[in-house]
């Protein structure tokens, strides 16, 4: 209660009193300047007092009320209708853009960015949070995508990933030890998870034995992802297409047209689908080649045109593969394989001046490297050789040819490796 509402009765009294009395005093003094009317003036006073009391009576329980402590909860029930003048406009905009995210699927975004889609996977339309969205053909839950981040740290999201597969967080110990692929052309690091999937609010039911390969890179001009999950199993077997995807996207000038992947090239491609008569024949069904006696053919693997292990041991392996258009471009797949040999590349001008040799009527560029390779998660292996070379016959697929293994058994099979990628034709 205020100061005022804790007046007693006498300090009311005095309160009013003051102000009448003060009143009363200069009704008189002003009648006084008349002598005749001293007595009428002196009536009218008294009659005036007499009314002001009264008005004062009938004012103090008002003011006493006014100052008295309103309720703590009042209801209000009038209502107000704002004209359209007085309406604040709000912006309609999409769950993207109310994140701060770029926008997918239609226009820029979808158009900056260019990509191989790996032999046996299937380009989807872009969605929501997924500017490049892929899966393998035939598995619904082997999901691969590009997403653009509002920011977060490497750890941030690495330990949000883990958290989706049910995983702890890890340090900057752990993630000092993590795999890295190429990106861009960069180095950036490779997440591999296994356990039980639970990303996005999905039903975890059935995706206890579920795996994820993840990547990032933070850019000046934006921070990307790409994530591929789906059953353990199955995506063990799609490693190396997950590592070549992510190591063909490119950004395309805004002047070019939109690409969502060139569609992969079967490895048993018929000749009548060339584009032209002149390069029917050209085709990855259609190469030929000439192995040496002592190399021993392995069993057919995906996305292989052929395998050998030279003198019939598998510590030494070849490996012939075809990939649809640049297959990533031959920088990003040289400088890949420098880092499998824990090599630091040299310079994309050096790269381009690497050897030559003739392969399938073109200049395929040829490297010969020695380290410790590490191959499709594997541990360092010191003391091991590289030979590889990449050709691209064609504008629509590129060969390349690796083999790997102890470094004195590939030098004694240099010879042998050359001659077998002269040896390739079509036929």
């Known amino acids: 209660m205020s100061t005022s509402a804790r007046l007693d009765q006498g300090e009311r009294e005095q309160a009013f009193a003051f102000p009448l009395n003060q009143l009363h005093t200069s009704r008189l003094s002003m009648a006084t300047h008349s002598p005749k009317a001293k007595l009428v003036s002196a009536s009218l006073s008294c009659t005036e007092l007499s009314m002001y009391r009264i008005a004062a009576c009938a004012i103090l329980p008002w003011l006493l009320c006014a100052c008295s402590k309103l309720p703590e909860q009042m209801e209000i029930t009038q209502q107000r209708t704002l004209g359209p003048k007085h309406r604040t406009k709000i912006p309609k905009l999409s769950k993207r853009a109310r994140l701060g995210l770029p926008e997918a699927g239609k226009g820029k975004v979808a158009r900056s960015f260019a990509w191989d889609t790996p032999p ?16 393998v053909k035939g598995e619904p839950k082997a999901q691969c995508y590009l997403t653009r981040l509002s920011g977060g740290s490497l750890a941030e999201n690495v330990n949000r990933w883990r958290g989706q597969m049910g995983l702890a967080p890890i340090g900057a110990a752990e993630l000092a030890k993590l795999e890295t692929i190429r990106f861009f052309g960069k180095k950036a690091p490779l997440v591999v998870l296994d356990g039980k999937y639970t990303g996005m609010g999905r039903d975890s039911a059935g995706s206890s034995e579920w795996r ?13 992802s790409v994530k591929m999950t789906g059953p353990q199993q199955l995506l063990k077997k799609e490693r190396q297409n997950f590592e070549r995807f992510v190591a063909s996207i490119r950004l395309q000038s805004m002047g070019q047209a939109k690409s969502d992947g060139p569609k992969a090239i079967p490895e048993q491609q018929a000749a009548s689908t060339a584009a032209s008569p002149a390069s029917s024949e050209k085709t990855p069904a259609s190469i030929r080649w000439d192995a040496p006696k002592h190399w021993q053919s392995g069993p057919p693997r995906s996305m292989r045109l052929a395998t050998f292990y030279p003198g019939g041991d598998k510590d030494a392996e070849l490996s012939l593969i075809t990939l649809t258009g640049t297959g990533g471009g031959l920088i990003p797949n040289l400088q890949r394989w420098y880092d499998q040999m824990e090599i630091t590349p040299p310079s994309e001008a050096e790269l381009r001046a690497l050897p030559k040799i003739d392969v399938l009527g073109v200049k395929a560029t040829l490297i010969e490297l020695s380290g410790s390779y590490r191959g499709m998660g594997s541990e360092g292996s010191p003391g091991s050789m590289m030979l590889g070379a990449i050709a691209q016959p064609t504008k629509q697929f590129s060969v390349y040819i690796k083999m790997t293994g102890p470094e004195a058994k590939l030098r004694a099979e240099k010879e042998h490796f050359l001659a077998f990628c002269k040896s390739l034709r079509f036929e």
Do not use: C, H
């Open 212 to 224: 994820m390969y993840a990547t990032l890179l933070k850019a000046p001009m934006f921070t990307v």
């Open 120 to 135: 046996g996977w299937e380009s989807l339309q872009p969605a929501q949070f997924r500017d490049i969205n892929l899966r």
